[in-house]
C-alpha cells in the first residue's frame, strides 16, 4: 500500500506542475481569444470532464501501444512505448486533468479585463513583461485554486490510470486501483483506512478551494 501511495503523490505532484505551466499560455489565450476556435479549443479541453474516464483511457492505450502512428516515429529511435508506465500515466493525467488547471486560470483572466494590460501597454512595458508583472500576480489565487484542484483530482483517478497503466505494481500501481483490489480480495478493513483516507483529503482539498474563492470574492490581500 505504501508503494501505492508514493506513486500517486508523485504522479499527482507531476501532474499539477507540468499542468500549471501548460495552461497557463492556454488559458491566457481562450481567454483574450475571439471567434470560433476559442469554443472548439475550449471543447476540447473540457472533453475530460464529460468523456467515460474508460473511453479517454482505451483511446490512450491506443495512443501509447507500440505500433501506433503516435508512438512509431519515436520507436523507430528507440525509445519505449508509454503504455503501462509511469511516464505514460504522467500524460494520461495531464490530459485528463487539464480542464481542473485551464478553467480557474481562463475565468481569472478573463475578470481581469483589458484595462490593466491597456495600462501597462501605456506605461510601455511589452506583453511579456505584464504578462508577468501584471496578469500572474492578479490571477495568483486562482492558480492555487488550480494546483489543488488538479492535485486532488489526480489523486482520485481510477479509470484512466487503469487503462493505460495497468495497475504494476511498484510502478503504475496507484491509490484509486489499489482500493479497488482490496475490495476485490474482501480485505475490507484495509479498504476502509484506504478510503477514510481519500474522503479526509478530498473535504481538505475542496475546503482549500472554497477558502481561496471566498477570500478572493471579498478582496482579501
Same mark, same amino acid.
Given at each position: #500500500? /505504501?508503494?501505492?501511495?508514493?506513486?500517486?503523490?508523485?504522479? $499527482?505532484?507531476?501532474?499539477?506542475?507540468?499542468?500549471?505551466?501548460?495552461? /497557463?499560455?492556454?488559458?491566457?489565450?481562450?481567454?483574450?481569444?475571439?471567434?470560433?476556435?476559442?469554443?472548439?479549443?475550449?471543447?476540447?479541453?473540457?472533453?475530460?470532464?464529460?468523456?467515460?474516464?474508460?473511453?479517454?483511457?482505451?483511446?490512450?492505450?491506443?495512443?501509447?501501444?507500440?505500433?501506433?502512428?503516435? !508512438?512509431?516515429?519515436?520507436?523507430?529511435?528507440? $525509445?519505449?512505448?508509454?503504455?503501462? /508506465?509511469?511516464?505514460?500515466?504522467?500524460?494520461?493525467?495531464?490530459?485528463?486533468?487539464?480542464?481542473?488547471?485551464?478553467?480557474?486560470?481562463?475565468?481569472?483572466?478573463?475578470?481581469?479585463?483589458?484595462?490593466?494590460? *491597456?495600462?501597462?501597454?501605456?506605461?510601455?512595458?511589452?506583453?511579456?513583461?505584464?504578462?508577468f508583472t501584471?496578469?500572474?500576480? !492578479?490571477?495568483?489565487?486562482?492558480?492555487?485554486?488550480?494546483?489543488?484542484?488538479?492535485f486532488a483530482?489526480?489523486?482520485?483517478?481510477?479509470?484512466?490510470?487503469? #487503462?493505460?497503466?495497468?495497475?504494476?505494481?511498484?510502478?503504475?500501481?496507484?491509490?484509486?486501483?489499489? !482500493?479497488?483490489?482490496?475490495? *476485490?480480495?474482501?480485505?475490507?478493513? *484495509?479498504?476502509? !483506512?484506504?478510503?477514510?483516507?481519500?474522503?479526509?483529503?478530498?473535504?481538505?482539498?475542496?475546503?482549500?478551494?472554497?477558502v481561496f474563492?471566498?477570500?478572493?470574492?471579498?478582496?482579501?490581500?
Open positions: #500500500m /505504501t508503494e501505492a501511495i508514493w506513486t500517486t503523490l508523485k504522479l $499527482a505532484t507531476l501532474t499539477t506542475v507540468l499542468l500549471l505551466a501548460l495552461a /497557463t499560455p492556454l488559458a491566457w489565450r481562450l481567454a483574450r481569444g475571439k471567434g470560433l476556435w476559442r469554443d472548439v479549443v475550449g471543447a476540447l479541453v473540457a472533453l475530460p470532464l464529460v468523456l467515460p474516464p474508460t473511453v479517454l483511457g482505451f483511446y490512450l492505450l491506443l495512443a501509447f501501444a507500440p505500433g501506433s502512428p503516435l !508512438m512509431a516515429p519515436f520507436a523507430a529511435l528507440g $525509445a519505449p512505448s508509454l503504455a503501462f /508506465t509511469f511516464e505514460g500515466l504522467v500524460v494520461g493525467s495531464v490530459i485528463y486533468s487539464l480542464p481542473f488547471a485551464v478553467q480557474p486560470l481562463r475565468n481569472a483572466f478573463e475578470a481581469m479585463g483589458d484595462a490593466p494590460m *491597456e495600462a501597462a501597454a501605456m506605461s510601455r512595458a511589452g506583453p511579456l513583461d505584464a504578462f501584471i496578469a500572474l500576480p !492578479m490571477a495568483r489565487r486562482s492558480y492555487l485554486s488550480a494546483a489543488v484542484l488538479v483530482h489526480t489523486v482520485g483517478e481510477f479509470g484512466v490510470v487503469l #487503462m493505460i497503466g495497468g495497475a504494476i505494481p511498484g510502478k503504475t500501481d496507484v491509490v484509486s486501483v489499489k !482500493m479497488y483490489e482490496l475490495v *476485490e480480495s474482501s480485505r475490507t478493513a *484495509e479498504a476502509h !483506512m484506504l478510503a477514510a483516507g481519500l474522503v479526509l483529503f478530498s473535504f481538505a482539498a475542496l475546503l482549500c478551494v472554497y474563492d471566498r477570500r478572493a470574492a471579498k478582496g482579501f490581500r
